[in-house]
Nanobody, 119 residues
């Protein structure tokens, strides 16, 4: 059974930083692309960032480009999202997802971790 567990969310002041982690189990982590998504209250879930199974070619939503960094450690079965210069529009539940390599398909999702930004 594939499981994705996020951690690292919390409360931070605007301009501050947080690092989210997503640890995966149940299938060979290095065979799959990974991504971060977020959902704010009253809004649809949106794409944040994605990283290929090999760890290269990260992609970002325009809203986080230059502030967030996605990375992964295949030896630890863990993906990260370093979030810097957090803005009042960044608060949401952040979800990690695992997907078919080199596609836009994500087939497993974590339960999410809450990020709150105080102004």
């Amino acid at each position: 059974q594939v499981q994705l567990v996020e951690s690292g969310g919390g409360l931070v002041q605007a301009g501050g930083s947080l690092r989210l982690s997503c640890t995966a189990s149940g299938r060979t982590f290095s065979n799959y692309d990974m991504g971060w998504f977020r959902q704010a209250p009253g809004k649809e879930r949106e794409f944040v960032a994605k990283i290929r199974w090999s760890g290269d070619s990260p992609r970002y939503a325009d809203s986080v480009k230059g502030r967030f960094i996605i990375s992964r450690d295949n030896d630890k079965n863990t993906m990260y999202l370093q979030m810097n210069s957090l803005k009042p529009e960044d608060p949401a539940v952040y979800y990690c997802a695992s997907g078919v390599r080199d596609t836009r398909m994500f087939d497993y999702w974590g339960q999410g971790t809450q990020v709150t930004v105080s102004s």
